[in-house]
C-alpha cells in the first residue's frame, strides 16, 4: 500500500502479522554526507523510558531481543520487529534518519534523494506499507520518517517524514533521551579555551503562555504547529494566513497547502479522531501573519474545547517552543481561535495566545485581516 504524509494506516488490524521488517532507503551523490537511521522505543507519554529505548549504531538490538537494526550498505537500514514479543510498555515506535555533523558540515536532507520507508511481513516478504517523502526538505539535518503505534489492541503506521534542525541531538531531545554534547568529550589534556556565545545564538525555551500573554523567540527557516488534544471528538487544525504581498487565505484538511509556493504552508494529514494534527510554515520569511484555530465539526455535538485539553505548540525549530492552552470553559462554540504568530520582525516572531471563541451554535469561521487583527463569527460556514 502506498501512502502519503499525513496517512495512518493498519498494520495487524485483519491479518496476522507478527514480525516485519522496516526498512529505510536513501541516495546521495555527495560522499562526504553520512546518514544515519535510529529508531526510539516510546512509552504511552511518547517519550522513551531510558538510554536503553534509543536504538542506533552503536545499540541496534533492544534488552528484550524484540527490535533489530541492520545496516545494509551506506543506503539502507533494515528494522527487524517481533511484534508480539515487544514489551508491553512500548506503545509506538518512531523511526528516523540523520546526517551525521550535518550543522557542522553544512550538510542537509535538501542533499539528499530517494528518500522511502517500506514495511514487510518479515515470513512472507509481503509488502505492507511504501512511504516515499522528503520533496519538501530543504536545511533540515533530521528527519522523523514514521511511526509504527498501538491503538485499540492493533497496530498502526503513521507516515510523518517531519523534518528537524538540530541534527540527532534535537531528535533526542524531543524523545527524552538526553546526549553528551562533544564539549563534554574533551580530554582534559585539551588546555580550555574561552569561548563566547555568537551573537546569533538561540537561548533554550519551553514556554507556556498564560492568558493574553505574547512571547518572542528567534525567526528559524521552518516552523512547527501543532494542535493537540484529549478527546475521541475529531478537532480540525485551520491555519489562516496572510503572505508579505498581501494574500490571505487558509490551509485545512481541503486545502492541504504548498511546501515550495504560496501560501509555504503545508498540512500534514487530517487525523479523523483524537490526537494531534499538524501544520509547518516553511518560509516564515514569505509571512507577515498566520493565525491557529480549531473546528469541532457539528457531528461532534456541543462540547468545551478546554475539557478536550486541546493546545496549540509552536516550535521554531531551534530550541524554543511555545505552547498556547485554552483557559475559559466554553460549551456552544464550534470554533476557537488560539494563537496567533506576528513574523513582521526581520529577526524574532511574537507568538500571542488569543482564545476567542464563535457564537453560540454558529459555525462561521474566523477571519484573519491584512493588519494582523482577526475576528470570529464572519467567515465561510464549514460542514464535515
Request: aromatic residues 10%.
Amino acid at each position: 500500500m502506498n501512502v502519503n504524509r499525513g496517512q495512518k494506516v493498519p498494520i495487524t488490524s485483519g491479518r496476522s502479522v507478527s514480525d516485519i521488517i522496516v526498512t529505510l532507503d536513501w541516495q546521495h551523490d555527495d560522499q562526504g554526507i553520512e546518514v544515519d537511521a535510529a529508531a526510539f522505543l516510546l512509552n504511552e507519554t511518547g517519550k522513551c523510558s531510558g538510554d536503553e529505548s534509543f536504538l542506533f549504531y552503536g545499540q541496534p538490538i533492544s534488552n528484550d531481543q524484540s527490535v533489530k537494526q541492520v545496516m545494509q550498505g551506506d543506503h539502507r537500514n533494515d528494522t527487524h520487529i517481533s511484534l508480539k514479543g515487544l514489551s508491553s510498555s512500548v506503545r509506538k515506535i518512531a523511526f528516523t534518519l540523520t546526517i551525521h555533523q550535518g550543522e557542522e558540515r553544512g550538510q542537509n536532507f535538501g542533499q539528499v534523494s530517494s528518500l522511502a520507508l517500506r514495511i514487510k511481513e518479515k515470513s512472507s516478504g509481503e509488502d505492507l506499507v511504501t512511504f516515499t517523502f522528503g520533496e519538501e526538505l530543504t536545511k533540515e539535518t533530521a528527519i522523523v520518517v514514521g511511526e509504527l503505534y498501538l491503538h485499540n489492541g492493533d497496530w498502526k503506521f503513521s507516515a510523518v517524514g517531519s523534518g528537524f534542525f538540530g541534527g540527532l541531538a534535537a531528535l533526542c531531545e524531543n524523545f527524552g533521551i538526553e546526549v553528551e554534547s562533544s564539549d563534554q568529550q574533551v580530554e582534559e589534556s585539551t588546555p580550555p579555551q574561552p569561548v563566547q556565545s555568537p551573537p546569533e545564538a538561540v537561548v533554550p525555551l519551553t514556554v507556556t503562555l498564560k492568558k493574553k500573554e505574547a512571547i518572542s523567540i528567534r525567526k528559524s527557516e521552518k516552523v512547527v504547529a501543532t494542535l493537540e488534544w484529549k478527546s475521541k471528538k475529531d478537532l480540525d487544525l485551520y491555519c489562516f494566513y496572510v503572505l508579505k504581498d498581501g494574500t490571505e487565505g487558509k490551509v485545512y484538511y481541503r486545502t492541504p497547502g504548498h511546501a515550495h509556493k504560496e501560501p509555504y504552508i503545508t498540512l500534514d494529514g487530517d487525523a479523523q479522531g483524537a490526537g494531534k494534527e499538524t501544520v509547518v510554515v516553511h518560509k516564515p520569511s514569505e509571512l507577515k501573519y498566520v493565525l491557529f484555530s480549531a473546528y469541532s465539526a457539528v457531528s461532534n455535538g456541543f462540547g468545551s474545547f478546554k475539557s478536550m485539553k486541546a493546545k496549540a505548540i509552536v516550535d521554531n525549530q531551534m530550541g524554543q517552543k511555545v505552547t498556547s492552552p485554552l483557559f475559559e470553559k466554553n460549551h456552544f462554540a464550534y470554533w476557537v481561535a488560539i494563537a496567533k504568530i506576528d513574523f513582521t520582525d526581520p529577526n524574532e516572531m511574537s507568538v500571542s495566545h488569543v482564545e476567542k471563541y464563535s457564537k453560540s451554535g454558529t459555525e462561521r469561521s474566523p477571519l484573519l485581516y491584512q493588519d494582523g487583527s482577526f475576528e470570529m463569527n464572519v467567515g465561510p460556514m464549514e460542514f464535515k
